[in-house]
């Protein structure tokens, strides 16, 4: 019997097996390569999108099934975002009831220096942890929110940043402590700046005329 027909070399046998490969990567690339998520139904992408209907955040659970849900959701990244900065400025007002409290414990000793620095008592400082591991967790959610690129969610973390530090960080701003002196060296600038800038004008003035 003649078995040339059926004779199959290594290099065919090769070609033949990425052909297959080829093929089947092809039809699995067709089938999830657009952002949908496997079984879920749900539009991931790991670049910059505007997707809206059957996006998922975080989880399965959290699919976007009408645009009433969306917005929503957009509301609801927005005022995480805002619970944010409230944390960071409710954790700065602790600190200072402490420091205010020590001072005011301090006020009728006589030779205390009140001026020193306040280390927490262990309660405090788990006070202070616990801020912080609340204001951790939001922060770490809002990233998680972020990775998903999606326009709607990332300009809502951005009005909700902005949002909060107008609402949370209006504050009275104290010079010695919030901005750096004027040393000499720099008033020594400062005043040569102001000249050549008197001079600069001068001569125009003077072109001018």
Known sequence: MDHSNHDMTPTSTITSVIATTTSTAA??????????GGGTGCKISM??????????FISSS?????????G???????????TMEALRRL???YDRYLVKKHREALAGQHNVDVTQGYRPKIWEQAVRAALHMVQFAV???????????NGYIIICIFLGAYL???????????WDKQLPRRTPHFVAIDQAW?????????TLDMDTK
């Open 91 to 93: 954790t700065k007002e």
């Open 47 to 56: 670049l910059w999108n505007w997707n809206t209907i059957d996006s998922c």
């Open 139 to 149: 922060g770490y959610f809002i990233m998680l929110l972020a990775m998903y690129y």
């Open 72 to 82: 929503g959701s957009c509301v609801g990244v927005l005022l995480l975002a805002i």
């Open 27 to 36: 039809a699995a690339a067709a089938g999830g390569g657009h952002g949908h």
């Open 62 to 70: 959290w699919k976007i099934t009408s645009n009433q849900m969306f």
């Open 194 to 202: 102001r000249g050549v800038d008197w001079f600069i004008f001068d």
């Open 164 to 174: 909060g530090s107008f609402m949370f960080h209006w504050e009275p701003l104290a």
